[in-house]
């Protein structure tokens, strides 16, 4: 009866700082926390409710912690997003500790992914090499951890490296091989390593197909990505909210608007970024009254936007010349949603204001921004006061600082020249550019030519 007790309290306590802290009363007081099993289930309970608390207890504690409460918080820590370095050092501990523990296949896929979290490719190496020692070189979770690592720390021969050597490769070596190349930007080595994987008649998953589905977003291919859309639909792959927030997004960036309409109206548990796709999808095609319409039902469903949600919508407004529901948008980010702008949120509110001939506010927002402006919020005031004749109200200072932080970007120096209201300073700014050998770069557009022998791949 006790013993049923406690397990709902562990239950309990796992989303309650405060269960916590009286389960740990408890087992105190009952001398329980002297016991492996109780011990190890408090620590799992505290790293879901209070990591802090969870670690204080391991630190303090009278018996020597399990292996089990080891991996637990390395774990813990390996996932959370403000301490995953902590895992690593964790580890570091549990290979000093004087007792006779030491790392199992359960430890080290979770210090791997702290090293891949946080791009430390010599401690990652190092890890990698005692798990070889350890006996743990043909693990497939061990293995399939390393891929990911180093695609994490940007060195994807090492991931292939690692999946050449597997004898035995599971559906998740082959997606996580196919999800590194696609995170390092190898967008054909992911389909390629996707044929490969049709050749040995290893089945995807969902996971797969979402890596598939960037690559082709990627590579702005749209036929291959209608392929493997119908290669997902034929394997009765159940959908979920990433799956098909992959596929419209795929849709969206290649302009296709009613497919993509159609899969996002077919989301029935829509998510922050399906929605924020959607809405970027009618802004980047000129549908920007669409796209303001679309963020309002979105917050009246209840979802709260973030930074990237009114980078979008502002963007959107901008391009549509929405000045007064830009301004209005803006604002409530800051007042209502307590969103601290960034960088782009100040350079779509200085690309509106100049779009739409406010040069002198347009102006002041500039050199009231709590930060500096970076080259595109200087070049997007500088075009507009170009385009709108007011060259003469050009601040130099900020043409300065311009070319201060892009001093190798000919245009910058043709700009400049062109909105000068001096001669001299017209012939300064041409004659820089002949003495740094620059060149303004033309436009440029390109197409996609069939015939791919990668568009199949899927078929």
């Not at 608390?53 to 020597?64: C, K, L």
């Not at 490296?161 to 004898?167: A, H």
């Not at 209005?328 to 949120?345: A, D, Q, R, S």
Request: one cysteine or more.
């Amino acid at each position: 009866m006790i013993s049923r007790q406690i397990q709902t309290l562990f239950q309990l306590s796992k989303t309650s700082t405060k269960i916590f802290q009286l389960l740990h009363c408890f087992l105190l007081k009952t001398s329980l926390d002297h016991h492996e099993y109780f011990f190890s289930h408090l620590i799992l309970s505290g790293a879901s409710a209070s990591l802090h608390h969870a670690r204080q207890i391991f630190d303090n504690s009278s018996v020597a912690p399990p292996l089990f409460a080891w991996n637990t918080l390395i774990k813990a820590y390996a996932k959370s997003s403000s301490a995953p370095t902590e895992s690593v050092k964790l580890f570091v501990e549990l290979l000093r500790t004087p007792y006779e523990l030491k790392p199992d296949k359960f430890t080290y896929p979770f210090v791997i992914k702290a090293c891949g979290r946080c791009s430390m490719l010599g401690v990652g190496g190092s890890v990698h090499s005692m798990a070889m020692k350890a006996g743990f070189g043909s693990n497939s979770h061990v293995c399939n951890t390393l891929l990911t690592m180093y695609s994490g720390c940007c060195v994807v021969e090492f991931s292939r490296k690692v999946f050449d050597e597997m004898s035995v490769r599971d559906v998740v070596s082959w997606s996580s091989m196919i999800s590194a190349y696609v995170d390092c930007d190898l967008n054909l080595d992911a389909l390629r390593v996707f044929k490969d994987m049709n050749t040995v008649n290893e089945k995807p998953n969902a996971v797969t197909y979402i890596s598939l589905l960037s690559a082709c977003t990627n590579l702005l291919n749209t036929r291959l990505g209608k392929s493997i859309h119908t290669h997902i639909l034929t394997n009765g792959i159940e959908p979920n909210v990433v799956l098909e927030t992959a596929l419209l997004n795929m849709y969206a960036k290649s302009a296709h608007l009613d497919e993509a309409f159609h899969i996002f109206n077919s989301i029935a548990d829509k998510n922050l970024q399906s929605w924020t796709v959607m809405i970027s999808c009618l802004a980047d095609y000129g549908h920007g009254e669409e796209a303001v319409s679309l963020f309002t039902r979105m917050e009246e469903t209840g979802l709260r936007p973030d930074s990237m949600s009114f980078s979008t919508i502002l963007s959107a407004c901008s391009h549509k010349g929405l000045l007064q529901k830009g301004q209005e948008l803006f604002n409530k980010m800051v007042n209502v949603y307590n969103i601290t702008p960034t960088m782009e949120h100040y350079g779509c509110m200085v690309d509106l204001l100049g779009r739409a001939g406010k040069i002198e506010e347009a102006y002041q927002f500039i050199v009231s921004m709590p930060i500096e402006p970076n080259s595109v919020v200087l070049r997007s005031y500088i075009s507009a006061c170009k385009h709108h004749g007011c060259g003469l109200y050009v601040d130099k200072h900020l043409m300065q600082l311009l070319l201060k932080i892009e001093p190798d970007l000919g245009a910058n120096y043709v700009l400049a020249a062109t909105v000068s209201s001096s001669s001299s300073m017209d012939n300064k700014m041409r004659n820089d550019m002949k003495i740094k050998s620059l060149k303004k770069v033309p436009g440029y557009s390109w197409v996609q030519a069939s015939g791919n022998d990668l568009d199949s791949v899927s078929e």
